[in-house]
């Protein structure tokens, strides 16, 4: 999304866990169809969830939702799992095929909006008008510019330095309070021995865009992050360079292999011990053993300029419905289901538990974890979502791009951010 609510720190109050998602949504012009002008509105038939929810824990709770759903008689549901990055490619063209999966789990906002305006989403406003205990910021973003909503939100998570309690305390370190303090860390981690950073890179490039994302925030502010990821700001910018410039400062202290495997991996890496720490979203939980969580802690991004207001990185997810499901009536009552305090703690129970229902009535984990979490959101200056959240999915290739090729070759970064300006225009016109 590239249009935030400049006043949107006011609203963290009144919202508690459920605002914690960003409040603007994108300039895009359009409007969602309904299922009143949609093929196959009359049918009876089951419906399909396709879900990129694939790590162990993920799919199992979202199971169990679903069949908690079927139990009740309004519809009767399926659920379709897909690889996360199969999904996350494969997303335009489940919606624009002939005979599509009638709903999904995505974000909202700029990529939602877009969607709508293709006429691909099916307009649930009818699914909102229960959920009256919903803050006004979520339906926000769950609406497009036509005024129509489009998104349920059923989660929040954030983002932050993972790592095991127990090998902190067996390698002699405890959080940093800044940057300085953060090398310094990666320093003595290296000299112990142990690979500092986790990354994993692999098949999920796009994890690399959280230390973009935090460089820019914390370095430049959110305002401008905003403003760079919308088009209005150059990649090429000296502002831009200098992110990179404090990067390649923790460049030694990265997992050599992390290039070579996804983040499932390197958050299995994190947890044998053979690295420190890892920085990733409360996801990556969901493929760690349960016997694990309790040993968990994490670190808010490392404070560069204390003159910058205070940025985090807190996602929404949910779920939009086609177009042309084939059945309207179930599609919207599974939808209503889901945004229900029953069905977010079912998921939240029987996944990790480290995420933040979106539902105000709903309870998040008793952890001190997920405290840490929220009480982290909550005294944040500003959130954004994440790099394709904030901007689209046609453009986190480039940077996927982009940030590959940097952490390679950091040597050649005015190449890298020239032709990342190029790509980003080739996205911005198209």
Same mark, same amino acid.
């Given at each position: ?78 659920? *379709? ?9 494969? &997303? ?74 127990? *090998? ?166 599974? &939808? ?32 001190? &974890? ?12 500003? &959130? ?38 190029? *790509? ?7």
């Amino acid at each position: 999304m590239s249009d935030f609510d400049p006043g949107r720190r006011r609203f963290l109050g009144q919202l508690g866990l459920a605002g914690l998602g960003a409040l603007g949504v994108s300039g895009l012009v359009g409007c969602a169809s309904s299922a009143g002008t949609s093929g196959g509105g009359g049918s009876d038939g089951p419906i399909t969830l396709q879900s990129n929810l694939s790590s162990p824990q993920a799919k199992a709770a979202m199971e169990k939702v679903i069949e908690s759903f079927n139990k009740q008689g309004r519809g009767t549901a399926t659920l *379709n799992t897909i690889a996360s990055e199969t999904y996350r490619t494969q &997303l335009p063209t489940y919606l624009t095929s002939a005979n599509p999966p009638d709903l999904y789990t995505w974000y909202a906002g700029s990529v939602a909006n877009d969607y709508a305006s293709k006429g691909l989403l099916l307009d649930v406003s009818d699914v909102w008008s229960g959920l009256s205990d919903y803050p006004e910021a979520l339906r926000t973003i769950s609406t497009d510019p036509s005024g129509k909503q489009v998104f349920v939100p059923m989660t929040n998570y954030w983002w932050g330095f993972f790592y095991r309690k127990s *090998n902190f305390a067996k390698w002699g370190v405890s959080e940093p309070k800044n940057w300085t303090d953060f090398v310094a860390l990666c320093r003595t981690l290296q000299g112990r021995g142990i690979p500092p950073i986790g990354i994993g890179l692999g098949d999920t490039p796009w994890v690399a865009s959280a230390w973009f994302d935090y460089l820019n925030i914390r370095i430049n502010g959110a305002p401008f992050h905003r403003e760079l990821l919308a088009g209005r700001q150059r990649f090429d910018d000296p502002k831009v360079k200098a992110v990179f410039d404090r990067w390649r400062e923790v460049l030694p202290y990265f997992d050599p292999k992390g290039k070579a495997y996804p983040f499932q991996e390197a958050t299995t890496a994190l947890l044998g011990g053979k690295t420190g720490m890892f920085l990733i979203g409360t996801f990556f939980a969901d493929a760690a053993p349960k016997d694990a969580l309790g040993d968990l802690d994490f670190f808010q991004f490392p404070i560069i300029d204390p003159a910058v207001p205070v940025a985090e990185e807190g996602p929404t997810d949910g779920f939009f419905a086609s177009a042309r499901t084939r059945n309207p009536t179930a599609t919207r009552a599974l &939808l209503g289901y889901l945004a229900s305090v029953e069905a977010q703690e079912a998921y939240i129970a029987s996944s990790s538990g480290i995420v933040l229902p979106a539902n105000p009535g709903a309870k998040a984990a008793d952890s001190p &974890l997920v405290a840490k979490g929220k009480a982290m959101l909550e005294s944040a200056a500003e &959130l954004t979502q994440f790099f394709n959240r904030d901007s689209s999915d046609a453009l986190q290739p480039t940077a996927d791009t982009a940030l590959t090729k940097f952490m390679d070759k950091p040597d050649q970064v005015d190449a890298i951010l020239r032709e990342w300006q190029a *790509n980003a225009e080739k996205v911005f016109r198209s």
